[in-house]
């Protein structure tokens, strides 16, 4: 799994220091017809989480998510001269996935 964000601050300090993260991702959630308890679905990753230091796999990991938004290849090109410095990509290697169901009642 591939995140980015900035080059500094409290998040890549902590990866720096201790590699081991949780990724946790949820839905929106549903109600079942008649009851008022919403029932939501998440999955948590846990893994080994690690800075991309490739200029070349940095620019594969925006590039690939901008292409899931536009094919406007002017502006990825764009993105790439003007942001693209500015980008750092995370790599996580899932080591254990799980899910669940909760009922909020």
Known sequence: MYFHGAKSGHKIDAVKKYEKVSFCVYDK???KEGEWSLNIRSVVVFGK??????????????SNLCKKFTDDEAYLKHE????GPAVLCL???????TGKLVNES
């Open 49 to 62: 989480i690690h800075l991309v230091e490739s200029k070349d796999k940095n620019e594969e990991i925006c």
């Open 91 to 97: 790599e996580l290697t899932p080591e254990h996935i």
């Open 29 to 31: 959630g549903y109600r």
């Open 80 to 83: 790439l001269l003007h942001s």
